[in-house]
């Protein structure tokens, strides 16, 4: 997914709520389409086939010959095309991502997109929930990917993995561990030796687990896609073949893909690996572009020292957009229009392009896992991942869901699955928290805060067997005598206070200003004895998208001055907002909630669900 700019301001102490509810063979594609270049190029527009298209028996429990898995293949007179099993084959996919997906809703989910007519499913990996710690690997409950693809075979659905190392999806610096940022001389997404061994060692992890998934093992991933969108970033010509051999070296077997947009799908491309294209509507020209229809392109191409894509391979498109994610200070959601959907899909069809739409179902950014983007600005993308997609973020139906429906019923020889229910949904009544802590008093349930000369970013902090901090707040405490010009060069957001030196009360903390990215400097005013300058960071997510992965270090990245002398001597405290400190404030003594309190403080509410409680939503008012 291409974070391009389609369109935060200060993200304010909202942010730090958490709440959590536990409670086809087309065996006769009747005469393809004569020659795509000239239809695309003519006047003449291809008309949806009057035959339908029968991949019912071409399903991951039907098919039990598995010797020849999803090829490509290319018939003169006739357009390239895939097949599966040896039989013709349109890839009719959705994306679905696991990660922002309860576990419980698995089922609904890829249901719906089986019930819609959609053949595939495609989710990316992110390395960053799976491997938060060098060598330590989580794969269950919400992240457990392998029974997400088992779940989706069951269900019949192909798969289509996209397993990175960088996916950029809109997550936490493209779904690259933070831990990563700890050298500044290591050069994410290249053959840089401290990254590549440990794309390594975490592909030897992942790779183990999917090769008994393939196609060819009797499992439904038909394909697997080489990194993702490598063409706009573009740092480092080996790597893309680097990661390609890395794939094969670990067992992976089935049609390995790039996906690129259509300006950069050239040099996003490697020998021998089916190029896709992503996009937001039906672009003949885009597809010229990229299938290098025209001679022009192919001399281009050679006099940039690139590639052409072959003619001899079938068109796919990789993303879809049908939607678009929100971030933080845009003035709306994004959304799109559901005929145009409708419209862009038929293209798709009549043209005999295999997509895949994205989303399908986005779902949501749990916890802190957002990413951001920064053209000039950062950022940072919305917890909801809605994506405007074929369904909501609470998985119900859309018009464009059942315009999708309507038509791929219009062009399937076999009946549509009957629609899952609706998930039965509750109003509950208004929460109004009745208590409180300042963060002030939460610091002794914190775990023990690093003391160091300077300031320590986030990643760098010593913490978490080494791997420092991925996600949350930070909060710097050192002493100061002096007022005067402060400069402090912060990321994302910082909140400055004084309050009266004191290893047991604090009181009259006084906010005096905010810092970010873009603003470093704060008058400070005189002070009649020495205070603790306290210095509060947010981390409103790391970059996704483009050359700046590179410097999305969160926190302090160094010194404090004031009138250009260093500030020396720091207390870090770390916050995470880890499920384990939400346990440790159980036990701490709340207070009642004031008529006005205008520091960073943590609420506690009660939402009284019954014995049987159901999908609600939440709407925080200012």
């Not at 003169?76 to 576990?103: D, E, M, Q």
Request: aromatic share 12%; hydrophobic share 40%; glycine share 8%.
């Amino acid at each position: 997914m291409e974070s391009s700019p389609r369109c935060s301001p200060c993200l304010s102490w909202k942010r730090i709520v958490c709440i959590f509810f536990l409670p086809f063979s087309l065996s006769s594609l009747a005469p393809s389409i004569k020659d795509k270049e000239d239809l695309i190029i003519g006047e003449a527009r291809a008309q949806l086939p009057r035959y339908r298209f029968n991949w019912s028996h071409l399903t991951p429990l039907e098919l039990k010959n598995r010797s020849m898995g999803l090829q490509t293949e290319s018939i003169a007179g006739s357009n390239p095309y895939f097949t599966l099993g040896g039989h013709k084959f349109l890839i009719f996919g959705g994306s679905i991502h696991y990660f922002r997906v309860p576990r419980a809703y698995w089922r609904d989910r890829l249901l719906k997109l089986k019930a819609c007519g959609f053949n595939t499913v495609t989710t990316y990996v992110p390395w960053n929930l799976h491997e938060p710690q060098r060598g330590k690997f989580h794969f269950s409950e919400n992240l457990d990917l392998e029974a997400c693809v088992l779940m989706a075979a069951e269900i019949g659905l192909w798969v289509i993995l996209r397993p990175g190392p960088y996916i950029c999806s809109e997550i936490d610096l493209g779904g690259l561990p933070s831990w990563l940022l700890q050298d500044p001389k290591l050069r994410l997404r290249t053959t840089d030796n401290g990254f590549v061994e440990a794309v390594d060692q975490y592909f030897d992890h992942l790779m183990a687990r999917v090769v008994s998934l393939q196609y060819h093992q009797g499992g439904p991933i038909i394909a697997v896609q080489v990194e993702n969108e490598y063409g706009s970033f573009d740092k480092d010509k080996d790597y893309m073949l680097y990661l390609q051999k890395a794939l094969l070296k670990r067992g992976i077997v089935e049609l390995p893909l790039t996906s690129d947009s259509e300006k950069k799908v050239l040099r996003g491309s490697i020998k021998g690996v089916l190029a896709t294209i992503n996009m937001n509507t039906f672009q003949e020209n885009a597809i010229r572009y990229s299938c290098d229809s025209y001679r022009m392109q192919r001399a281009r191409s050679s006099e940039i020292g690139m590639r052409p894509l072959p003619r001899n391979k079938p068109v796919m498109i990789m993303e879809y957009w049908v939607g678009w994610f929100d971030t933080w200070g845009s003035s709306e959601h994004k959304v799109t229009n559901a005929d145009n959907v409708e419209k862009t899909v038929s293209e798709f069809i009549k043209f005999e392009i295999s997509f895949n739409v994205y989303m399908f179902h986005g779902g949501t950014n749990f916890g802190f896992i957002n990413g951001a983007i920064n053209f000039g600005k950062h950022r940072a993308v919305v917890t909801s991942y809605d994506y405007d997609a074929v369904l909501t973020e609470a998985g119900d139906y859309t018009d464009k869901y059942f315009k999708l429906r309507k038509l791929f019923g219009s062009i399937l020889a076999f009946p549509l699955p009957p629609l899952p229910e609706i998930t039965v949904k509750a109003v509950y009544p208004a929460v109004r928290p009745s208590l409180y802590l300042p963060l002030w008093d939460v610091l002794k349930y914190l775990n023990e805060p690093v003391i160091s000369n300077k300031p320590v970013n986030m990643e760098n902090l010593p913490i978490n067997n080494g791997n420092g901090q991925s996600y949350g707040f930070i909060l710097y405490e050192t002493p100061i005598c002096s007022g005067g010009e402060l400069y402090a060069d912060v990321q994302d957001t910082a909140q400055v206070g004084l309050s009266s030196f004191s290893t047991e009360v604090f009181l009259n903390e006084t906010s005096i200003g905010m810092l970010s990215d873009g603003n470093h400097n704060l008058n400070i005013p005189e002070v009649r004895e020495c205070q603790l300058l306290r210095v509060l960071v947010e981390n409103q997510g790391r970059v996704n998208f483009s050359w700046k992965i590179q410097h999305q270090r969160k926190g302090l990245i160094a010194s404090i001055t004031i009138n250009d002398v260093p500030v020396e001597g720091y207390t870090i405290y770390s916050l995470e907002m880890k499920m384990n400190f939400f346990e440790r404030l159980r036990s701490a003594t709340w207070k009642p909630v004031p008529n006005s309190y205008l520091g960073p403080a943590f609420y506690l509410g009660t939402l009284k669900a019954g014995s049987s409680p159901k999908d609600t939503f939440l709407r925080l008012r200012n």
